[in-house]
């Protein structure tokens, strides 16, 4: 059994900052190889890619945090880390933490989610 817990969630003001964090668990979960990724859920709306890295550490963000969000992981502490920075009103929603096999890419996990709320 393989969890994904996220935190760091909250309120914060716009031009605010917020740091989630994702640790992974699991008897025979191997973090390092996954390609860990996090995702965003705002009301009425898709759940949409805002950010992911390889193994490696190549990243790749959605356009609308470009410059303003950074991914990172720790394999030490099977971590990833989303750090948010400049938050505007359009960044509210459900942040999920995701996991996905760099091969078998149907072996995929996701987080319950943490709430972040940007308003003034």
């Known amino acids: 059994q393989v969890q994904l817990v996220e935190s760091g969630g909250g309120l914060v003001q716009p031009g605010g900052s917020l740091r989630l964090s994702c640790a992974a668990s699991?008897?025979?979960?191997?973090?390092?190889?996954?390609?860990m990724g996090w995702y965003r859920q705002a009301p009425g709306k898709q759940r949409e890619l805002v950010a992911t890295?390889?193994?490696?550490?190549?990243?790749n963000y959605a356009d609308s945090v470009k410059g303003r969000f950074t991914i990172s992981r720790d394999n030490a502490k099977n971590t990833v880390y989303l750090q948010m920075d400049n938050l505007k009103p359009e960044d509210t929603a459900v942040y999920y933490c995701?996991?996905?096999?760099?091969?078998?890419?149907?072996?995929?996990?996701w987080g319950q989610g943490t709430q972040v709320t940007v308003s003034s």
């Open positions: 890295i390889t193994s490696g550490g190549n990243t």
């Open positions: 699991g008897s025979i979960f191997s973090f390092s190889p996954y390609v």
């Open positions: 995701n996991a996905r096999h760099p091969i078998a890419t149907h072996i995929d996990y």
